[in-house]
């Protein structure tokens, strides 16, 4: 094969035994690789009804026939396991060195089985794989381990590593890497934090088997170009997503106060603007020539990298209009391992919980003292923090009197930074993202604003289908970051190209996206297998965007509304072709060519 | 009337606003200082989408936005 190494390497850290997997191109051609190859291992080697904290989970990283090539934006990873905060199919992606030394190892993906007695990490420097001893390491920051292990395999190795909250099995803990980049929401940190696993070091020497080495590296050098050449990019290169804050909070669809409005009156105070004087360097992923990664000094003087996302949800999500403050709480949850915009949620539900006397300690909105010492609660699970720690749907449960309608999530995962009450194509984005309420899988709001968004429309239902076959489908799986497609206007025609000169193959767009339907279609039955009263009732948004309108801005008075959202609902499953409760059909199962899946659904 | 240009469409106007009196209603493009032509942009009046054939008014909020796709 070309593109793909067609090695798959297994690593079982209960028996402390590794070994290699080829796989067919058959596979590599129908589910492409990242998101496709995760969810289709975890279907076929799993029984139903695993604990994802117990040794039987897998932990799941995979590259895809782009990763690590020198073209756009290449230098992710997916990282994917049955979700213990979710319980159902979760993943996440991210930008790190590991995933191109994993595919210069000669390998496009790790899965990780079993539970280690002690605390370990795994070492992978081409065909040589160790399990070594991490009990220096368990315990300590994201950021002192990886230096520690960079110390250790120099500054070419790639590190995934989880900290503090990953080890106590914090339920919205991610996997990290190079101090900033996240990936893995649904607690994939937890579930590498249960098999013992600190880290995975990465060192490879080799070169990627291409079918056009010279064709790639030009049309590569062609690409990058384009992108630099692009009229939006100078300004990409100044804020990065951080320019999002602004055009949120003038689109009222900014998280603020946990989600109750979707303006902030203090939004200049963290906006891209704001962050530009504070700025001290940018980082970012390797392959990358738009690196997003804006690094500020915050309040104690310390680095800390920011997006969009962290900054909505710890910022003005949970009132806090200071970005040095708010930079403070990102560092922290990136040093101990914790997701920013799950963090930002519960914080956010335990301040208006606090509010609304429910709660016995009090929690101002705005502190940046209570926002920390919640976040440390939720890291180490101290007192109240055991619960925190479990996100916040279980939370809602717990406390009761009708939090669970302002316990912003769908399917456990908590929201990220997009107030869905006059965006209801978004809302249902968010509703039917295959992980949970995550941005990844689709973003409808910028074309929903363009056209009209108080519209309950087949047409917004079919751009919903579009973008989530392209995002959460082909851009997962390549694995290439999708940035530079929307946000600076890179064409989706570079992919194909790639991908030829890459693999050898031909693809054309709708091919790509038949991959993107078949991983979900398969995602969504991984769900069912999980729950059995999986259906229609899990692909609602929060009940907060229903019932309690906006009170301020120019949208003000605006929610969604429930008859048209019900509607759109039943029309999504009608295009995707599933049925009325949102189970794909034996007849787009077979047409997917997932006629086993199909067979377990219906034995 | 007031124009607010958000992101990089700051960039392209060099203000990230502008306030223009006019006597009478005009097509958005003529008083626009760059064309939208082949350019990706999201045209806001008054909280409704519009376009750079949008006749505005001098009491009317204009928004000119770039399509961003989350972080």
Redesign the interface.
Known sequence: MHGWNGQILRVDVTKKKSSVQSYSKDFALKFLGGRGFAVKVLWDEFPKGVDPLSAQNKLIFAAGPLTGLPVASSGKIVVAAKSPLTGGYGDGNLGTRAAVNLRQAGYDAIIIDGKADNPCYIYIENEKVEILDASDLWGIGTFEAEDELIKMHGKAAGVLVIGQAGENLVKIAPVLSQKGRAGGRPGMGAVMGSKHVKAVVIKGTKDIPLSDPDGLKKLGREGYNDIKNK??Y???IR?G?M??L??AN??SCLPTYNFREGVFDEAKGIDGYRMEELKVARRGCPNCNMQCGNVVRDIKGEEAEL????V?LLGSNIGLGDLEKVALLNRQADEWGLDTISAGNIIGFVMEASEKKLLPDTYQWGSLDDARALLEKIAFRQDFGNSLAEGVRYLAAKIGKESTKWAMHCKGLEC???DCHAAPGMALAFATSSIGAH?KDA?L???E????RSAYSREKVAKLIELQQI?GGVFESLVAC??P???V?FSLEWYPRFLKAATGEEFTHQQLLTVGDRIYALIRCFWKREYPDFGRSWDMPPERWFTEPLTKG??KGTKVDRAGYEKMLSWYYEMRGWDSNGIPTNKTLENLGLSDASAALNP | MKIKFLGWIASLSGKREMDIEIEAPVQLREILPFSLHERNIIVIVNNRPGSEQSVVKNEDNVTLMPVISGG
């Open positions: 009229e939006s100078d300004f990409w804020q997503t320019m999002a602004e055009w003038e689109s997006d969009y996302e962290n909505g990220s930074a997009y941005h973003w709001i910028s074309w604003i363009a056209t009209d995002r999708r940035l497609w929307i946000e206007g120019p949208m």
